[in-house]
């Protein structure tokens, strides 16, 4: 699945596919209008790993956002908590989709980290909802949630 797969915990280093041909016209279609929604709503063209954070399974209902057991678009619940607004030395909340974290080219990863430290703290705040990591961060003392 797109969350999980049952491979999380090794390293894919080669994989052999066997594919049949298809279609190209649908496919081609399909590919055009995935790429259309992703400009629009994206920052493609800024450097971020992209989305930061998995969207959340509410434990209460949020007025606008969702119901109980329903999951929350991460991005919204960051903007809607303020967090368009908050930035840590070269690193931003993306004005175009809350849910990316964007660089410039004196970012620190200290500074991506700390702003989504940061973030987290914001929607918990706001919204008494935890977000989780969807970026994997490794360091040096190995992975960290």
């Known amino acids: 699945g797109y969350r999980s797969s049952g491979l999380e915990d090794i390293i894919i280093t080669e994989v052999v596919l066997r594919l049949r041909p298809g279609p190209k016209n649908p496919l081609r279609e399909r590919q055009r209008e995935v790429a259309a929604r992703k400009k629009a709503t994206q920052p493609l063209a800024a450097k971020s790993a992209g989305c930061c954070f998995k969207n959340p399974v509410?434990?209460?209902?949020?007025?606008?956002?969702?119901?109980?057991?329903?999951?929350?678009?991460?991005?919204?619940?960051?903007?809607?908590?303020?967090?368009?607004?908050?930035?840590?030395?070269?690193?931003?909340?993306?004005?175009?989709?809350?849910?990316?974290?964007?660089?410039?080219?004196?970012?620190?990863?200290?500074?991506?980290?700390?702003?989504?430290?940061?973030?987290?703290?914001?929607?918990?705040?706001?919204?008494?909802?935890?977000?989780?990591?969807?970026?994997?961060?490794?360091s040096r003392q190995g992975f960290m949630a």
């Open 58 to 138: 509410l434990d209460a209902a949020i007025d606008g956002i969702g119901d109980t057991g329903q999951r929350a678009p991460a991005g919204m619940l960051i903007d809607r908590a303020g967090g368009k607004q908050l930035a840590v030395g070269g690193a931003s909340v993306s004005e175009v989709h809350a849910n990316f974290i964007v660089t410039t080219p004196q970012a620190k990863a200290r500074d991506v980290i700390e702003l989504m430290d940061s973030v987290r703290a914001l929607v918990a705040a706001r919204f008494n909802v935890l977000l989780e990591r969807e970026v994997v961060v490794w």
